[in-house]
């Protein structure tokens, strides 16, 4: 029996300045830059090991960056997975290092520059 099982992932984009359209869920910047973060994620996680049980992300929140950085956006999603009862528990030290190994060494996720020290895997 499988059962869905959900894991966080949070990264902090550097070439996005954090506005307070990203605040309100409503507003067509916020709107746009979730189908975009959503659909890096995804095509990122299907490609790794979790690949074939990968069900999707969906971007809960942005954040201004560390501090007050407000040239800085953080992202929080929440990404699900199929889960077989006999299976393995989520690997997340793997998992954030196969992210590393596709993101450039955590720089670079599609047209995003990423903070190096700031991906955060949490099973």
Do not use: M, W
Request: charged share 20%; hydrophobic share 30%.
């Amino acid at each position: 029996v499988a059962t869905l099982e959900r894991f966080t992932i949070n990264f902090t984009i550097t070439n996005l300045p954090y506005t307070s359209h990203l605040e309100n869920p409503h507003s067509a910047k916020y709107n746009a830059t979730q189908r975009v973060t959503e659909t890096l994620l995804d095509h990122l996680l299907k490609e790794s090991s979790i690949g074939p049980t990968f069900q999707g992300c969906v971007t809960r929140a942005f954040k201004y960056g560390p501090g007050s950085h407000r040239d800085q956006t953080r992202v929080d999603a929440v990404c699900t997975y199929s889960k077989e009862a006999s299976a393995a528990p989520l690997d997340r030290v793997g998992l954030y290092h196969e992210v590393s190994n596709k993101t450039r060494g955590i720089t670079q996720l599609g047209p995003y520059s990423l903070d190096k020290d700031s991906l955060y895997v949490n099973g």
